[in-house]
């Protein structure tokens, strides 16, 4: 299998040596049938764990009833969908594609019209943060201000600046009269779980609400619970003009979304933006019972108790093994540990003691489990990163 893997797919992924081909919960078996802990969730997308008996039971029963119709007719589940995630946010509409990736497109064509249409014609210029990362298309990889990821695909389209992140008065400085929109994640999760203090999204709502430039949160990685409030924009007490999410809304299934206030969405008319597939009655019906779920068993609390714990463990780890490990960071169940080691090294270790986990930035474990999560699979984590580390190091 591995070896048509090779032969046949186009090599974008260096894929760990293991086929998964089941999953409960926090766990996953591969196809010899050995047990993992999922610690990775999917790249942060399964929150509610593998095999939920309700996302099951949604999928069963809207695949056989309506799976696909497009966007010229009214959906019921897109509609309920689009409100309930209006009424637990800032927003006041939705509109719903496929991947992270569209879900931030979308968000830069919409600031891009808002500003023209606003009175500056010439205003279309997105201020990204470096070591920031919104996806693979060609406007979102440009928008990804990590020049690794650009090589090969130039010409980049034109109209994006890189700021450091955390330094608002890089900010400052770079916005004039032709900014449209600052794009920024409230946690940088590719690029290391880099978390900024606390004065920076505030500061940031000031310095667009003083320009007239709009501030768009990418919560694709952060959002629904995952940093132990729905939105990780709660944490700072700020909201945004427009949000992208993706990943966990639909535990799987893809899905995409840009939610923006009236002022900003009544932009878009019949004709300026579509997608066929998006916000489809399948997609939408499990994002409306991932989302209900998560709200009504308080899953964003448990993130926040749950990573608690993984940090708390983790940093007991650090202080047993100064030399191989760094920093602990994270917020909910977005976990960073910064290894002196080569993380590559200690995914492995952790991979054959029965632990799944992911890399971010340069050096560092990143941790992203199902929001699910016990107490007794936290505890086991650990136990294992330790062993893992104590073998990498040897
Ligand atoms: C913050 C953020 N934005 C955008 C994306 C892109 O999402 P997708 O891979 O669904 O296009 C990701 C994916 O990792 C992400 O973490």
Same mark, same amino acid.
């Given at each position: 299998m591995i070896e048509w893997s090779d032969k046949h797919l186009m090599t974008t992924a260096k894929r760990y040596p293991i086929a998964l081909v089941r999953g409960e919960g926090a766990r996953v078996w591969d196809s010899e049938g050995k047990e993992y802990l999922d610690f990775t969730g999917g790249i942060a997308v399964t929150a509610l764990g593998h095999s939920h008996p309700k996302v099951v039971g949604t999928m069963r029963e809207q695949a056989a009833t309506l799976l696909h119709v497009s966007n010229l007719f009214h959906i019921p589940q897109q509609v309920q969908l689009a409100k309930l995630l209006c009424e637990h946010s800032f927003a006041d509409r939705v509109f719903f594609s496929n991947s992270g990736a569209e879900a931030n497109e979308t968000a830069i064509k919409l600031a891009r019209k808002c500003a023209k249409e606003?009175?500056?014609?010439?205003?279309g210029d997105i201020i990204s943060m470096r070591g920031g990362f919104h996806g693979r298309t060609l406007a979102t990889v440009t928008a990804t201000a990590q020049e690794k990821y650009h090589h !090969?695909?130039?010409p980049l389209p034109g109209g994006f600046k890189y700021v450091p992140f955390n330094d608002l008065r890089a900010v400052e400085r770079s916005i004039d009269s032709r900014t449209a929109a600052v794009l920024v994640e409230p946690i940088q999760g590719e690029g290391g779980i880099n978390i900024p203090d606390d004065s920076y999204l505030p500061g940031l709502r000031k310095l667009c609400d003083e320009t007239g430039v709009l501030l768009i949160f990418d919560e694709i990685q952060t959002g629904m619970g995952r940093t132990g409030k729905l939105w990780c924009y709660e944490h700072a007490g700020v909201t945004p003009d427009i949000m992208t999410l993706a990943k966990a809304l639909a535990n799987g299934v893809p899905i995409g979304a840009t939610l923006a206030t009236e002022e900003v969405a009544q932009?878009?008319?019949?004709?300026?933006h579509g997608s066929t597939?998006? !916000?489809n009655p399948f997609a939408t019906a499990v994002g409306l019972t991932v989302f209900t779920t998560l709200v009504e068993e308080r899953l964003p609390e448990r993130a926040e108790r749950m990573g608690r714990l993984l940090r708390e463990r983790l940093l007991a780890v650090r202080s047993r093994h100064p030399g191989a490990v760094k920093e602990v960071r994270g917020r909910g169940l977005l976990v960073g540990m910064d290894l002196t080691t080569p993380v590559g090294d200690a995914v492995s270790a952790c991979r054959e003691r029965g632990l799944l986990v992911l890399t971010a930035g340069d050096n560092t474990l990143r941790l992203a489990p199902?929001?699910?999560?016990d107490e007794a699979a936290v505890e086991r984590a650990a136990e294992i990163i330790e062993r893992a580390l104590g073998a990498a190091h040897a």
């Amino acid at each position: 299998m591995i070896e048509w893997s090779d032969k046949h797919l186009m090599t974008t992924a260096k894929r760990y040596p293991i086929a998964l081909v089941r999953g409960e919960g926090a766990r996953v078996w591969d196809s010899e049938g050995k047990e993992y802990l999922d610690f990775t969730g999917g790249i942060a997308v399964t929150a509610l764990g593998h095999s939920h008996p309700k996302v099951v039971g949604t999928m069963r029963e809207q695949a056989a009833t309506l799976l696909h119709v497009s966007n010229l007719f009214h959906i019921p589940q897109q509609v309920q969908l689009a409100k309930l995630l209006c009424e637990h946010s800032f927003a006041d509409r939705v509109f719903f594609s496929n991947s992270g990736a569209e879900a931030n497109e979308t968000a830069i064509k919409l600031a891009r019209k808002c500003a023209k249409e606003r009175g500056a014609s010439d205003r279309g210029d997105i201020i990204s943060m470096r070591g920031g990362f919104h996806g693979r298309t060609l406007a979102t990889v440009t928008a990804t201000a990590q020049e690794k990821y650009h090589h !090969g695909y130039e010409p980049l389209p034109g109209g994006f600046k890189y700021v450091p992140f955390n330094d608002l008065r890089a900010v400052e400085r770079s916005i004039d009269s032709r900014t449209a929109a600052v794009l920024v994640e409230p946690i940088q999760g590719e690029g290391g779980i880099n978390i900024p203090d606390d004065s920076y999204l505030p500061g940031l709502r000031k310095l667009c609400d003083e320009t007239g430039v709009l501030l768009i949160f990418d919560e694709i990685q952060t959002g629904m619970g995952r940093t132990g409030k729905l939105w990780c924009y709660e944490h700072a007490g700020v909201t945004p003009d427009i949000m992208t999410l993706a990943k966990a809304l639909a535990n799987g299934v893809p899905i995409g979304a840009t939610l923006a206030t009236e002022e900003v969405a009544q932009v878009f008319t019949p004709g300026s933006h579509g997608s066929t597939f998006g !916000g489809n009655p399948f997609a939408t019906a499990v994002g409306l019972t991932v989302f209900t779920t998560l709200v009504e068993e308080r899953l964003p609390e448990r993130a926040e108790r749950m990573g608690r714990l993984l940090r708390e463990r983790l940093l007991a780890v650090r202080s047993r093994h100064p030399g191989a490990v760094k920093e602990v960071r994270g917020r909910g169940l977005l976990v960073g540990m910064d290894l002196t080691t080569p993380v590559g090294d200690a995914v492995s270790a952790c991979r054959e003691r029965g632990l799944l986990v992911l890399t971010a930035g340069d050096n560092t474990l990143r941790l992203a489990p199902p929001l699910i999560v016990d107490e007794a699979a936290v505890e086991r984590a650990a136990e294992i990163i330790e062993r893992a580390l104590g073998a990498a190091h040897a």
